[in-house]
């Protein structure tokens, strides 16, 4: 190979190479290529607190150091709440949510996305204490700030092409609340 | 599984042997970019840094994109320093995978060379989680996929008290705190990169951590180029309340989006502990069977002058100067060859004039044994030239007896060659020697090629003596899908030694008996 044609060749190459660079650099990519909309339940609850508490035995007590010794000990917990969803009338989601937290101390987090066609569609949203967990002793003081024993939205909204409409609980109202895009 | 790796060696070594010789032809050994690809990675990392302390005076926690857009718009200074910034962390990306693949296909990750390649799997991951994080900056519609991703694939690992995929949510704006803690990762992760390749390079000498150049300032010149006519592109702003539709998107850090978002974040964790997992063993699958696997380096202290050529030779930092157990008269200490740290090059062996180091059956001693074995068998005359070739570049002609009528002597690196073998074919009659190395900044062993011509042309320790003639010895550097580099030296040689030898035979004439005497003179 002669060197023009190398150098030739080389320039080529070279700004083919970085050219390359730039076109994958934007890569036309669809995130989410359907048309849909999609309905997103998200929200932090705090939850019911509840405590149960025993005396502790004289042995157990023994146990313990003299500066630590309290006659009584309590374990609290946050109670579990059933989430379920309708889209016109069907279901959409039924599950239970289970406070965060090895201990199941922490918040209740709610993430659901439900895609649905554009258009108008009715909503219902319960958000309830769960039956199956027997209640125990409310903790009174924090109860105020505790997400109601019951939740519910029932309302009909108008979704275009790849709108998000987000449901969320709102602390201040003590209610689930219908957000979205400001136009 | 080492079936599987050995198979993906080849292969990847082919491919490449075919690509350096393209490349060799093109831009010539010293400025072949794949043989710097290293070097590159580090040019490039401190391109980034520099465009991104500029981005960084101009960056707004409070307003990203709007701060982004605003630099966009710039468009003598921002719009172009963006755009190298970008492209230079994505060249980074493609040198760092080039490099990693040829440390893979050379079989240059198991051993003493672990620590380089673990180091080096860290430091690609962390470029792309840098990465990860300056587009989750921008916060434009590939930053929001980015993070949702992210968050989706954290969330399900039981390390934050809240789920972070609820930052995204639209609950409430993203507060400026997010966008702080990315900047801070986005400047803190380059810091803990620069730590990372000290330790990368920890156990080599004298490492090679920049391009030449031409190279580098040619690199840099094409990536402003592309910068200012094709600047970098600038999705639509994050909108939480709308699904993220088609956009620009940098492969070369958002590559992994359409292989995660269908499948659930636990089969993604499951794919990438694996794939992370047989990554960080390729020096398992890859290193040879303990009874192919080149044995250590050692000393022979009875020979050892103490001169220090051997620890200052090596390229691996494996050999320290250690004081005797039985102390000479003249307190010069003793070489001492660390195993955990030698990689068996035996180019201490060609550094060492007393031939007291060496790995087993590669000393300077056994180099000439060998020889001499060769020169008793092949008989080469004063017509023929022998080629030392390396048997892991040098055109790939080491695996034959005979190339292009001259006799090739195998060695295992040209670096490694001790100079009285040389000194030995010459005076058993051979008509010229050609040491065929690999190219200097592809040395399999690191800088043999480097000691080996300043041992025969600048008088480095274990030279070339004086009185062998010079002339008849050449070298050629060449890859080894290169045989037409040594074919050129050879016929160049061959030339140099033509002449020399009919000025011999010029010399060889008795002038006094062939010339009639003048009448009258005076002798």
Redesign the interface.
Known sequence: ?KRAT?RI??GV???TA??A??A??????????ST???V?L???ARGERVEECRRLTPAELERIPIHMRQAETCTGRILPYHLDARVDASPAVGEEVVP??ARRD??L?V?RELTVTPGAHRLQVTFRISGTVARATPVHEQELDATPPALALDTVVTLAS?????V?YDGELRRLVV???VP | MAQIAAALQNGTRRALTRADAFMD???GAPYNPLYHSGALVVALFLVVLVTGIYLLFFYHVGAPYASVAQLSDQVWLGRWIRGLH??AS??AV?AALVHALRIFAHGRSWGPRTLAWVTGLLLLFVLLVCGWTGYVMVWD?QGQ?LAQEGARLFDVLPIF???I??AF???RPLPGAFFFLNLFAHVALPIGLGLMVWVHVSRVARPGLLPPKRLLW?LVA??T??AVV?P??LALQA??????????????Y?FW??LT?PISPGVVWAWFVAGGAFLVLVPLWTRPTPARRPAPSSVDERLCTGCEQCYLDCPYEAIAMVEREEPRPDGKPVARVNPDLCVSCGICAGSCAPMGVGPPGRTGRDQLAAMKAFVAARRPGPGDVVILACNRGAGGIATGERFANALVYPVSCAGSVHTSGIELLLRAGTGGVLVAACPPRDCWNREGPKWLEQRLYHEREAELRDRVERRRVAIAYAGAGRPDLVRDALVELRRTLSALDAATREAEIDVDRLCEPVPGEVA
């Open positions: 190979m190398r060749l080389g190459l070279a700004v970085t050219a660079v730039g994958l650099s934007r890569v036309p990519y669809a995130a989410e290529p849909y909309a999609v997103r998200a929200w932090r965060a937290g922490r918040p987090y993430f790849r709108d998000v409409l987000l969320t957000r979205r895009a | 032809r093109l831009y970008r492209y994505d060249a493609v519609l996929v008290s809240e789920p995929g609820r949510v639209g609950e040619g094409l990536l180029v592309l094709w970098a592109p909108d939480l309340f709308r699904l993220p539709g088609t956009g620009p998107f940098d492969v070369f958002s989006l359409p978002r």
